[in-house]
């Protein structure tokens, strides 16, 4: 359990060689896929494949309060209008998991807040695309490889002490003075 959350957290890792031994099939498939040769030769850590990290959070159905809930239905509005973050975000979570940026209570970032940075980038790529053809509608962006490495670079230089992200501003980055 994580004693500081805001809402009750149970942090879990699941040893799957263990977690599939209950249903043979599953086990020997496993196992067999432990034994292949792209899991023995490929170079990779190979607990990322053999264990499975489970956060479970709990809250409360009476709370007046469901800022959780909230967040989920305000993150699958936004992926439904702006399917790209949905790519984006799933990528950067690997790459934070593998240099251990991506708990929050371990110095790193959540989830909803690369969320939010991931949409934010989103968004302004899109509002360039739209001044720069002169429409009314938003251009939908193909190359997510260029758009990833587009929203890498520009928050390397991102100057987070003097702008700030507003994914609810029809500009998402503003001055800080402007409030």
Known sequence: PISTASVPV???TIDL?????EE????????????????????????EI???HIDITFHSVSSTTTTTTNSIDYANEK?????????????LKRLFYFKNMNSAFN???????????????????????????????STPISNLGALLMECLQFFACFD???????VNSQYPYLPIAMN
């Open 107 to 137: 110095g790193g970032l959540s989830s909803f807040n690369l969320f939010l940075i991931v949409l934010s980038y989103v968004q302004y790529r899109k509002l360039q695309l739209k001044l720069m053809c002169y429409s009314k509608q």
């Open 160 to 166: 987070f002490r003097n702008f700030k992200i507003d």
């Open 79 to 91: 992926i439904s209008t702006y399917p790209e973050v949905a790519l984006i975000l799933r990528v």
């Open 24 to 47: 043979q099939h599953l086990h020997t498939s496993f196992l067999s896929f432990q034994q292949s040769q792209m899991f023995t030769q490929f170079k990779f850590n190979k607990t």
């Open 17 to 21: 060689a263990e977690f599939t031994k």
């Open 50 to 52: 053999t264990k499975t």
């Open 10 to 12: 149970i942090k879990l």
